[in-house]
């Protein structure tokens, strides 16, 4: 159980210390991981960004991901679940179009007028505040796969066994302090578990971009 993603960020700061994990910069998945990762930044002094997917919603179930969008466009289908609840393709392209215009929107809302981080050729830390089904995280690795030939590593604070095991083959090193037997939700590991305001993740770019 972690007191907050402040506390959650300097126990995996020490971890990662400790196995001697290389990385060049940090990158948060908004919003919580990003809180997670001010502190990892900070610690080893790298410079912070964000990496942005998000998952299309069913138009019949907004609780299940029919599939994932990425920051420039693939669109990573659910196959199992698109099956159980038989969406067409047209319909998850004009779906995932919109979620492509929100994740747009909301990077140039986060960035403000900076660019983003130059990807090629570094070695990257993902940070994110947890790990459930692990599908938008992958969907973020597969993207940040084809901006850089660099090392990739993720760490979280939690993970459930079933996403961990899915994206052990992904990545080169999968950092996760806890994972728990019976998962049912991220939060259930956090003592403190607030949303993380858009504000405070801009808040946090500024502060680690100086």
């Known amino acids: 159980m972690f007191t907050n993603r402040r ?21 948060g998945i908004p ?24 998952k299309i919603a069913s138009p019949n179930w907004e609780e ?19 099956k159980i609840i038989n969406v067409d393709k047209d319909t998850v ?9 929100d994740i747009a929107s909301r990077l ?27 599908f938008t995280l992958k969907a973020a690795v597969r993207y940040l796969k084809r901006q850089s030939d660099g090392r990739i590593s993720v760490a979280v604070p939690v993970s459930s066994r079933n996403a961990y095991l899915n994206l052990l083959e992904d990545v080169d090193e999968l950092i996760a302090l806890l994972i728990p ?22 808040a946090i770019l500024q502060r680690c971009q100086g």
């Open 108 to 134: 140039s809302r986060f960035r403000g007028p900076k660019p983003p981080l130059q990807l090629e050729g570094k070695d990257i830390l993902l940070v994110d505040d947890g790990i459930a089904t692990g």
């Open 64 to 82: 299940f991901a029919i599939g994932a969008v990425t920051p420039d466009g693939e669109i990573l289908i659910h196959e199992r679940v698109q």
């Open 31 to 54: 919003r919580g991981g990003v809180a997670v990762a001010e502190i990892i930044a900070s610690y080893f002094n790298c410079p912070l960004d964000v990496v942005m997917t998000k």
């Open 7 to 27: 506390e959650a960020g300097h126990l995996l700061a020490k971890m990662l210390e400790e196995k001697q994990i290389k990385f060049d910069l940090v990158l």
């Open 181 to 202: 037997e019976e998962f049912y939700a991220v939060s259930q590991f956090y003592q403190d578990f607030t949303a993380v305001e858009d504000r405070e993740v801009i």
């Open 93 to 101: 392209e004009n779906l995932a179009q919109k979620v492509k215009a």
